[in-house]
């Protein structure tokens, strides 16, 4: 694997790493895809995944990366299993450092995801997927009749505050500003909903639970007061941190982090390309991240096609 030089190295083995390996693949390039632990990425830590087109029951993200990565290794992807430590992309012949040895490509896609930003309290992690939850969209249809808060005040905490409305009996938007950053569009359907409540000026302190989580210990920002809230989910939405530490100085990231590429996924180096979670883009979700996989490749056979 590592005395070759490939079409393409895909750094990632997500959902959009692995279509873009298929897509690749069966265009005709050597591809391979480089994960530090096994296919899947944030979609295989979802149990049950509900809004990816084509499964009427929900569909387990841990199985589904499996069958993504057999799809695509049926048509001769390969996968290596390690670290990407370091990469050189200005030039035609890109090379990436791995603790397994070099790797020698002539095209890179990246497709490192974003993590969520956790809120750092004690027993959040033990209580994911136990009534602590990053994703709305994704999450939100186990919490119907129920009630819930988010936490965040910019646009992903909005949003999740009229998705969960849909479904929930009740939901708190817990900020800790008296006002929201979200854009302004969201303010009006925020306020008419009758189900969500503003709890401004305060910051989650604590995660109450017995098996799963039952409520909140909520610290005013101004008196110091605390207060408690029975809710039965938290949705934390307080931005997302995308994983770009390996190319921050290399290509161009808009002011989050993220790596700027448009539809087509081109970055600001030739032959780099960007895609799913890692990309600044107006939705992150499973269905957008492989549509990311199969554009990559046809840009990736456009800029071969010119290259050589
Ligand atoms: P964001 O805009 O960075 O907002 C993060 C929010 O979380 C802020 O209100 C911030 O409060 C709060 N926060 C940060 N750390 C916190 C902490 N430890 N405890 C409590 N609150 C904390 O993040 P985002 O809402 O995820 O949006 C990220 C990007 O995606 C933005 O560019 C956004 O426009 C975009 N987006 C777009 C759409 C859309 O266009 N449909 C939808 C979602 C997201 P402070 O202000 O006090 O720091």
Redesign the pocket.
């Given at each position: 694997m590592q005395n070759k030089l490939w079409d393409v190295a895909i750094i990632g083995g997500g959902p959009a790493g692995y279509s873009a390996a298929l897509y690749c693949v069966r265009a005709g390039y050597s591809t391979l895809v480089i994960e530090m632990l096994s296919a899947g990425g944030q979609m295989a830590t979802t149990s049950a995944i509900e809004n990816y087109p084509g499964f009427v029951e929900s569909v387990d993200g841990f199985e589904l990366a499996m069958t993504m990565q057999k799809q695509a290794e049926k048509f001769g992807s390969e996968t290596l299993y390690a670290q990407v430590t370091s990469v050189s992309l200005a030039d035609f012949i890109k090379t990436l450092e791995t603790t397994e040895g070099p790797v020698q490509a002539k095209t890179v896609i990246l497709a490192t995801g974003a993590d969520p930003?956790p809120?750092?309290l004690p027993e959040e992690n033990a209580l994911r997927g136990r009534g602590v939850g990053y994703c709305a969209t994704c999450d939100g249809g186990f919490y119907r009749g129920k009630t819930v808060a988010v936490?965040?005040?910019?646009?992903?905490?909005a949003?999740d505050a009229l998705t969960l409305s849909k479904l929930c009996k009740q939901v708190y938007l817990i900020?800790?500003?008296d006002h929201?950053?979200?854009?302004r569009s969201y303010l009006a359907p925020l306020e008419k909903a009758d189900n969500i409540t503003f709890v401004w000026n305060k910051?989650v302190t604590e995660l109450l639970h017995e098996e799963k989580l039952n409520g909140l210990t909520l610290t005013d920002t101004i008196t110091k007061e605390q207060s408690h809230l029975d809710v039965d989910g938290l949705f934390v939405?307080?931005?997302?941190l995308p994983n770009t530490w390996l190319v921050k100085d290399q290509l161009a990231l808009d002011p989050?982090g993220y790596i700027i590429a448009d539809e087509t996924t081109r970055t600001s180096l030739p032959g780099v390309f960007a895609i799913g979670d890692v990309r600044q883009k107006?939705l992150r979700q499973v269905v957008t991240a492989v549509a990311d996989g199969a554009t990559a490749s046809k840009f990736v056979e456009e800029y071969l096609n010119l290259a050589e």
């Open positions: 930003r809120l750092g936490v965040g005040g910019g646009n992903s905490a949003e900020h800790r500003r929201l950053s979200a854009t910051e939405a307080i931005g997302r989050q107006p």
